[in-house]
């Protein structure tokens, strides 16, 4: 079965940065990008932009694509996002998803950043 | 950017009752609409997909319809299980945007 397994918790400064995995299986790594979105507590789901496993390409949102560098490693079938100069409205769970046309019908468990003021 | 509005925010509702949730976009997307269902300290799981196809394993009391700006999510007998926050997310071009969320709460 499908399945995207994040890494742990993290709570980081204030300036840090933070690196989420998201390992893949049940699938063709390769066939399908990689998305990542995020929700700040209480709040709704924001895209933060998108990998193609396949040859590389980003597509990153506006308002963190100075910030974010997603890559992938095709030999352990795992997907990486970085997120450098970290703000406490930074503090939020964050998701990868298997993604398709971008349409979002695998997920993983959810990584909480905590960023404290 | 795309903008996509729900509404309402929130309702409340019985079990069996016929709940209707609406998704605007701030311009054409075509069918590259799709809503998912989020449940507290859960990730998301898609509901539909291309504004009307169901997605497997999910019970057919959901339905989605619209194409164009307007889009519905339609639940016709609300079960337990459905106590849910529902988002709409256009697939139409990047960034992908999500709508703002309905919360559907227990009467």
């Known amino acids: 079965q499908v399945q995207l397994v994040q890494s742990g918790a993290e709570v980081k400064k204030p300036g840090a940065s933070v690196k989420v995995s998201c390992k893949t299986s049940g699938y063709t790594f390769t066939s399908y990008g990689i998305s990542w979105v995020r929700q700040a507590p209480g709040q709704g789901l924001e895209w933060m932009g998108w990998?193609?496993?396949?040859?590389?390409?980003?597509n990153y949102a506006q308002n963190v694509h100075d910030r974010v560098t997603m890559t992938t490693d095709t030999s352990t079938s795992t997907a990486y996002m970085e997120l450098r100069s970290l703000r406490s409205d930074d503090t939020a769970m964050y998701y990868c998803?298997?993604?398709?046309?971008?349409?979002?019908?695998?997920w993983g468990q959810g990584t909480l950043v905590t960023v404290p003021s | 950017d795309i903008q996509m509005t729900q509404s309402p925010s929130s309702l409340s509702a019985s079990v069996g009752d016929r709940v209707t949730i609406t998704c605007r976009a701030s311009?054409?997307?075509?069918?590259?609409l799709n809503w998912y269902q989020q449940k507290p300290g859960k990730a998301p799981r898609l509901l539909i997909y291309a504004a009307s196809s169901l997605q497997s394993a999910v019970p057919s009391r959901f339905s989605g319809s619209g194409s164009g700006t307007d889009f519905t999510l339609t639940i016709s007998s609300l079960q337990p299980e459905d106590f849910a926050t529902y988002y709409c997310q256009q697939s139409y071009s990047t960034p992908v945007t999500f709508g703002g969320g309905t919360k559907v709460e227990i009467k």
């Open positions: 311009q054409t997307i075509s069918t590259y």
């Open positions: 990998i193609s496993v396949n040859n590389g390409n980003t």
């Open positions: 998803a298997r993604d398709r046309s971008h349409r979002f019908a695998y």
